[in-house]
């Protein structure tokens, strides 16, 4: 899968809503079409700033919250609402709505346990009003 391009993709999140998002993985090699994910696990990662020690949060295929249409080459992210309701966001910000700047990335592990990075970027968590 080293013929596939990691793309920057900022995202934008909201406490305390379901957060979901489609991944269709496509490779140069293949004409663009989308890539066979049979045998692939995915794993992302927000975290505060690249180097922190602690990610805010781990989705995974192993986990249920990446699941695959192995086929069309097409991933489902999800993460409910308990769990984007515990992202820490600065109230004090002077951003309306408030907002705090996370980073991310997802990682794709073929059968042949090589990685690919899909995307990356910041994912802005703004704040819940409504609780």
């Known amino acids: 899968m080293s013929d596939i391009e990691t793309i920057r993709y900022d995202l934008n999140m909201w406490q305390g809503a379901t957060f979901a998002l489609t991944v269709a993985v496509k490779s140069a090699a ?28 781990t989705l995974s295929s192993s986990n249920g919250e990446i699941v695959f249409d192995t086929a069309n ?9 308990d769990r984007t309701a515990n992202i820490q966001v600065d109230l004090t910000s002077t951003s309306k709505p408030p907002k705090t700047i996370y980073v991310y990335d997802l990682n794709l592990t ?12 910041v994912v802005n968590v703004y704040g819940d009003v409504t609780r």
């Open 110 to 121: 073929d059968a042949n346990n090589r990685v690919t990075k899909l995307i990356y970027g």
């Open 73 to 81: 080459g097409v991933m489902s992210i999800e993460l409910d609402a």
């Open 30 to 57: 293949n004409g663009l079409n989308n890539v066979n994910l049979t045998g692939c696990s995915a794993r992302m990662q927000l975290r505060e700033q690249y180097d922190s020690n602690t990610a805010a949060e």
